[in-house]
């Protein structure tokens, strides 16, 4: 039997990790190019199929029935076989529909901006009238009839609910983002179907201004489930979708350990990674590779302020990727562009050890006890606001990676 996801660029996707965790059925990945994929869909030697950009509306013809739902949107995204006959539905809706209300977003009565004009747009589209929703803007790059451009979003601040449908901000092009939400002072939630990284730009910014969001990973979860009850024709998958989440967030995201210098970010992260099956990488160690020299060499010959600017170049390199245990320097957290790379994939964990314990042998601004307490003094507060935990690391290191092991178990049971 032959399951899998149809699209352009898969490099980027969990779908294999999702459906393969149902332990029902082997999941394979097909990249094609228009050629290849009506080729593709031509032969039918396949048993399901979930489909993605840009194939949602092109997958259309091939099908010999196709679900009202998706006929409304007009759009595609599992294809699954029933006597015969290829059929099509759209599980993104429901999916969609789940990740809002987990994130409590609700449609109702609000006045709905949608970024794009895809097959994703379509569905969020029905699915927000479906769910009430007082008006729907749709804005496009291109122009189209019925969407109002970016520039005339200045005329609608009573904007209340934004979704971004489109792949701006998608790995590896993070940092990205199509609108500033401080330009609409009433919304009250944002979802970016967005889900590598966890938190693109924009969702960040819902973050900051304390707004309901999500990003697609629930959405992704949920729609696949969805779809693996058409594929086996059973019930009863959607009871795995928190589990599912839990389980793919603790294998994808980043442990970011922060702390003063000489707490123990290396010796306990490289430890922790061991046992958490992700990389270790020593930010510190990455920048003296770029450097080519140690990190006391590059403040005497250079200064702090260079020292600086290739930690924020590697934090926002590191901060793309995924599966990584990264100790920081300690003084990681005096650039907030620094954390807010770091935080896009990562779960921050605060080491927090007696300054009488810190280690000060070989770095630069770790002087004296004096030094040291006045860099505390300035750093704590930022250790705190940055951090989602905080360990307290006076046991030993086997010790208190057990305890940063299960703090993060803890964390993503919730």
Not at 98 to 123: D, E
């Amino acid at each position: 039997m032959t399951y899998g996801l149809i699209g352009e660029k898969l490099g980027h996707s969990y779908s294999k990790l999702i459906h393969e965790s149902l332990g029902r059925y082997t999941y394979d990945m097909f990249s094609l190019s228009r050629e290849e994929f009506k080729a593709f869909m031509e032969k039918r030697q396949f048993d399901g199929l979930n489909i993605t950009i840009p194939y949602k509306k092109a997958v259309i013809p091939f099908c010999d029935e196709v679900s009202e739902l998706a006929q409304v949107i007009g759009a595609v995204n599992t294809v699954y076989l029933r006597e015969g006959k290829v059929c099509g539905t759209n599980t993104d809706y429901e999916g969609f529909l789940y990740a809002a209300q987990a994130a409590g977003i609700s449609f109702a009565g609000r006045k709905v901006l949608i970024l794009g004009n895809g097959g994703t747009s379509l569905m969020a589209r029905k699915a927000a009238a479906d769910k009430g929703a007082a008006e729907i803007l749709i804005t496009s790059r291109r122009g189209e009839t019925g969407c109002v451009s970016y520039e005339e979003l200045s005329l609608h601040p009573d904007i209340q609910i934004v979704v971004n449908t489109t792949p701006v901000g998608t790995y590896p092009n993070n940092g990205q983002r199509l609108i500033d939400l401080s330009e609409f002072p009433q919304c009250r939630g944002v979802i970016d179907v967005i889900y590598n990284p966890f938190e693109t730009d924009l969702l960040q910014q819902a973050k900051d201004r304390d707004i309901a969001h999500t990003n697609g990973l629930p959405m992704l979860v949920a729609q696949a489930t969805a779809a693996a009850g058409y594929f086996l024709g059973e019930t009863g998958f959607s009871q795995e979708n928190q589990r599912i989440i839990a389980t793919l967030r603790a294998q994808i995201e980043n442990v970011v350990l922060i702390g003063m210098p000489g707490c123990g970010k290396t010796t306990l992260g490289t430890m922790a990674a061991e046992k958490l099956g992700k990389t270790f990488v020593d930010m510190d160690a990455e920048i003296e590779k770029q450097a080519g020299m140690d990190i006391p060499s590059i403040f005497e010959t250079r200064g702090e302020a260079y020292f600086r600017q290739l930690e924020t170049e590697t934090a926002q390199r590191l901060g793309k990727e995924k599966s990584q245990v990264i100790a920081t320097g300690g003084g990681a957290v005096l650039r907030p562009e620094n954390m807010k790379a770091l935080s896009q994939n990562g779960r921050v964990v605060f080491l927090k050890r007696p300054i009488e314990n810190l280690a000060m042998d070989g770095r630069p601004l770790s002087k004296d006890l004096n030094t040291l307490k006045s860099m505390y003094e300035t750093r704590f507060p930022l250790y705190n606001k940055y951090s989602q935990l905080t360990l307290d690391c006076q046991n030993s290191i086997e010790a208190s990676a057990a305890k940063l092991l299960s703090l993060l178990t803890d964390e993503n049971q919730r």
